[in-house]
């Protein structure tokens, strides 16, 4: 990113478009002068002709929650000022969360979001039509991303590019959510890593990154069982370090199998699931329903069963808490408690779970709409 300050061509190139007032206390080399022989101290600025470029964001991390808007600031500017505006390009690129692997170089994977000169831009991939840049002031290249989908989250790139450097600052992007171990119907060590992406989808959610499952430990996640992330390692979070979890002598935190692989290993899944639009309620029903009559009853009232994910959703972000069990989509059956009392399970906040009964027995039922 800071290499090739001395580049000829540039340099010639962009001598046309340095102010005079800028240039005046400086020899000419070249017919060009270099302030410094180094390019910048990696903090997003360079130097050419005394002049700096800096390029800054005042959050380095940004959290938001799905189906809205989100800002991620990235300001340039130049000291001393410049009087006239220099001609300068914008390109946000993204390195997605669930970027798979470990890469040599990260920039190697990261994939345009926006490219912006002047008044033109042009935006790529799953984000055309979903983004613009803010431009509230003389140098503000923040972007704007609309409609947040769970699968946005990374880290963004605002790269400024004045013709002669490039200089950039980064950006996380978080999605406010909760994650979930799940496992399948048929037991546990089901899923293949492909096996669990679609499980997760099934459920409205994705599979959780490293960040988003280190979050949730450090909230208190405590789960004996391994499942996949999205970059394809198999982890569990420990909190009360015990024997059959890693060890009662190891320190908490996650446990790590590191990458296994991916068709022949066989685990559980850690999801993520993000605020959802619609609402999630436990139907008044005179009788308890078996699975068909649960389906049929969210129906008759213009909704639809809800998914797991949109119970954790519900629980965690919207303060979902009720004591009846109900049925799920995939045939679970859970109840959220958010304040825990007797007879509502153990005494700490989550999502009960009576795993898969069998479908003609009788419970409640959560539906969606
Ligand atoms: C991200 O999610 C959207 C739907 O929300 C989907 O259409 C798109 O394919 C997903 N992109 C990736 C890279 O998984
Ligand atoms: C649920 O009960 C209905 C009768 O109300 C019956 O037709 C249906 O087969 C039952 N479903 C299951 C899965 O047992």
């Known amino acids: 990113m800071l290499g ?61 929650t799905r189906g809205s808007s989100v800002t991620l600031p990235c300001h340039f500017h130049y000291k001393p000022e410049l009087n006239e505006p220099r001609r300068t390009r914008v390109k946000w690129s993204w390195l997605p969360a669930n970027a798979v692997g470990e890469p040599v170089h990260p920039a190697a994977m990261e994939t345009q979001v926006m490219v912006a000169m002047d008044n033109r831009h042009r935006s790529y991939g799953g984000f055309r039509g979903r983004v613009r840049l803010r431009r509230s002031a003389p140098g503000d290249m923040s972007l704007v991303i609309s409609e947040l989908r769970l699968n946005d989250t990374g880290r963004y790139r605002c790269e400024v590019i004045d013709g002669l450097e490039d200089e950039s600052v980064t950006v996380e992007l978080e999605l406010r959510g909760v994650v979930f171990p799940y496992h399948s119907a048929e037991g ?71 990458q296994r692989h991916r068709l022949l290993h066989r685990f559980d899944a850690f999801c993520f699931s993000a605020s ?56 679970s059956v859970r109840y959220p408690i958010v304040k825990p009392r007797a007879n509502c399970g153990p005494p700490q906040a989550g999502v009960r779970s009576f795993g898969f009964p069998p479908r003609h027995l009788k419970f409640g039922v959560y539906c969606y709409r």
């Not at 970059?231 to 909190?239: E, L, R, W």
């Not at 649960?294 to 979902?320: D, E, F, P, T």
């Open 276 to 331: 959802i639009k619609g609402t999630v309620y436990f139907l008044a029903s005179p009788t308890k329903l078996n699975f068909t009559e649960a389906l049929q009853a969210c129906a008759g009232n213009s909704a639809h069963i809800a998914k797991v994910g949109q119970l954790y959703a519900a629980w965690r972000l919207a303060g979902l808490d009720r004591c009846d069990a109900g049925w799920l989509a995939d045939g």
């Open 188 to 258: 546990r060590y089901h899923f293949n890593f492909q096996g669990a992406q679609q499980a997760c989808q099934d459920q409205e959610a994705t599979l959780a990154t490293f960040e988003q499952l280190f979050t949730a430990w450090d909230e208190g996640l405590d789960w004996c069982n391994a499942g996949w992330l999205a970059d394809g390692t198999v982890q569990y979070p420990i909190m009360t370090p015990r024997d059959g979890c890693g060890g009662a002598d190891l320190a908490p935190g996650l446990r790590t199998y590191g």
């Open 4 to 64: 090739g300050l001395l580049r000829p061509l540039l340099a010639v190139c962009g001598l046309m478009l340095v102010p005079a007032a800028a240039a005046v206390h400086f020899n000419y080399k070249n017919g060009f002068y270099y302030h410094d022989g180094s390019n910048g101290n990696g903090n997003g600025e360079i130097y050419f002709n005394g002049v700096r470029l800096y390029v800054e964001s005042p959050n380095p991390s940004v959290s938001a």
